[in-house]
Every structure is written in structure tokens, then in C-alpha cells.
């Protein structure tokens, strides 16, 4: 398979149509497999991925430290994407804070670089933004990043479409990262328009529900102890027992087509604007393959509405964080 290719924004940098998502392969799923994450990387790298996606909080730091081991003799090939501003403290990985401060943005910067060792970040995201903080300040000081050759690209996580246009003012935008998939449809509130206007490439993360929409996910039973979408209100209680009644008639459609649910999924959010490259998660080697078999999955007008006819925008039951982290999206 050749892969197929994608422009980051209107006057960015070209990426393969679909990213590898790294945080499952650290941190807040179970079964952590240094081997099986690096074997994946590879299959990556070997299949034409060329967006590897991290951030300083996953682990925190052992993820942009298990990129950073891979990476060498491998940097020219792999444009790669982290974020700051989400804080984690090793001692404590349960407690979160928030920093959009600019001296906090240098100090940031130098850890993901040091790292990843590496000595350009090709996309560096706002992971949150600092309700304490103007996002024109902190746009300014990652603008001061870029001059200084530490950052290639900017970008933000999780923002309204008001905030990215005030940070649009200050310095270039390249992409806008938010969750977005067939039962997480908030991005359609006005960031998917904004992004289609400004020029600004937009990068879904978690397309495949975290999971749930491959249908592999049976009951609240398949997650181990310490998996954190136990924590999750979708993956709780009744709110479990509705979306999995969705994500069966997305299979059996997907099952009409020959493909897989995954797959399915995945090809819906393709086809939603040609500004979009979603990132997924795996760390096995044959579901990354299949699941880049997605590229290849053309959906009709037709087999576009009968998606959305039996999983419509707002079908999902339950929100997709616990309260406290809900006050952090959409920002």
C-alpha cells in the first residue's frame, strides 16, 4: 500500500492521511509493552506513517522518552508532534494542573527536546489551555520558539473556535487537535468551520472511542484494574449498555461492506473534510495494519447517511471525561 498523503493546513507541511497516537503505549491503558510499542513504531514507520504523536504528560515523560529511543538514525523520516501545558507530576501521576505561562512554555520545551532528543519539535500543541493565562501570551512565547528554531509548527488542543481565532492573531496556527469521532461529534460546534476558514488543520485524536467503536469491547470487565476508562461516564453502568447497542449496528454495517468496524470508523472521519488527519492508538503490529487499511475504504453518499441514521450526532450516552477533566475541552 502506497500511503496516502495529507496538507496539515493550507500552507503546512505534508503528512501521511493517518497518524500513530503513542500515549496507550505508556500510559493510562494497561499492559505496557516496551518491545510490542517499539515493533509497532516500526511497522509504522515501514507502512508510511509518517505523524508520530506524543506529549510531555504521558507517563508523565516515559512516552517522549520511549519516542526519543526509537527516533534515532529515524528523525528525518518522522514528523513529530508533542505537547505541554498539561501537568503531571511523576511522584503523584493522578494529579493535574495547568500551565499556559511563558516562562513555563521555555522550561517545556527544552524537557520534550531533551527527551526526544531531538533538536526541532516539528509540532508543538497547547495540550490544554491556561483558563489563568490569555492564549495570546502563550502563543507568543511558543512564536518565540519558533524564531529561536526549537519548534517548527504550532498548534493547539482542545480549543473553541473563538479561542483559536484569537490565537490566529498572534502567530500561525497548523492544527488544532481535538477528540473526534463518530460518538464524539463537539468539534462540529463551530472548530471543524473555523479550522476549514483559517487555514488550520485539524488532527481527531482517539477516532475509534478509545477503543469501544472497533466493537471489541464487550463489557466493562475487559478493562483491567488500573485502566482509566473505568473512570470514563461512557464506559459506566447504563451509559455502557447504550453505546454498545450503537457500536453493534455501526458493525453490522460495516460487516455489509466487508470491512471492519474499525475500519468503518475511521473512514467516516476521513471523509469529513480532506484538513483532517486523524491520529489512532494501537501497540500491536497487525492492528495498525488494519487499521491503515482504512485509506482505502470509499463511503458513499449514501453509506455516509446510513452511518449517520443509526449512530446520529449526540447518540453517544454519558460524557466522554469525568467533570473535572470536562472543564478543560472546548476551552
Not at 499492559?31 to 510531555?56: C, M, N, W, Y
Amino acid at each position: 500500500m502506497t500511503m496516502k498523503m495529507r496538507r496539515l493546513g493550507a500552507s503546512g507541511p505534508q503528512v501521511s492521511a493517518l497518524g500513530l497516537g503513542c500515549m496507550g503505549m505508556s500510559d493510562f491503558y494497561a499492559g505496557h509493552d516496551e518491545a510490542s510499542a517499539l515493533a509497532t513504531l516500526d511497522a509504522a514507520l515501514d507502512a508510511g506513517v509518517t505523524l508520530f504523536d506524543t506529549a510531555d504528560a504521558y507517563g508523565p515523560h516515559s512516552n517522549e522518552a520511549l519516542l526519543g529511543r526509537w527516533l534515532r538514525g529515524k528523525r528525518e523520516r518522522v514528523f513529530l508532534a508533542t505537547k505541554f501545558g498539561l501537568v503531571r507530576d511523576p511522584a503523584d501521576p493522578h494529579a493535574r494542573g495547568i500551565n499556559g505561562r511563558p516562562e513555563y512554555v521555555r522550561q517545556a520545551v527544552d524537557g520534550s527536546l531533551r527527551r526526544l532528543g531531538v533538536e526541532t519539535i516539528d509540532l508543538y500543541y497547547q495540550h490544554r489551555i491556561d483558563p489563568q493565562v490569555p492564549v495570546e501570551e502563550t502563543v507568543g512565547a511558543l512564536a518565540e520558539l519558533v524564531a529561536a528554531g526549537k519548534v517548527r509548527y504550532l498548534g493547539l488542543s482542545e480549543v473553541s473556535a473563538a479561542t483559536l481565532e484569537r490565537a490566529c492573531t498572534v502567530h500561525p496556527i497548523t492544527a488544532v487537535q481535538s477528540e473526534y469521532s463518530l460518538w464524539t461529534r463537539d468539534p462540529e460546534d463551530g472548530v471543524l468551520a473555523a479550522c476549514a476558514r483559517l487555514g488550520v488543520g485539524f488532527v481527531p485524536y482517539s477516532p475509534l472511542g478509545r477503543g469501544f467503536l472497533t466493537g471489541a469491547i464487550r463489557s466493562p470487565e475487559d478493562f483491567a484494574a488500573d485502566d482509566y476508562r473505568r473512570t470514563s461516564p461512557r464506559f459506566q453502568g447504563e451509559n455502557f449498555a447504550r453505546n454498545l447497542a450503537l457500536v453493534e449496528q455501526v458493525r453490522a454495517l460495516a460487516e455489509h461492506k466487508g470491512v471492519t468496524a474499525a475500519q468503518l470508523a475511521l473512514a467516516w472521519v476521513l471523509a469529513q473534510g480532506e484538513y483532517i488527519v486523524p491520529i489512532f492508538g494501537t501497540t500491536r503490529p497487525a492492528n495498525l495494519r488494519a487499521n491503515l487499511a482504512a485509506l482505502d475504504v470509499e463511503l458513499t453518499t449514501a453509506e455516509l447517511a446510513a452511518i449517520e441514521a443509526v449512530f446520529p450526532r449526540d447518540a453517544a450516552a454519558g460524557a466522554r471525561y469525568p467533570q473535572a477533566m470536562m472543564t478543560l475541552v472546548n476551552a
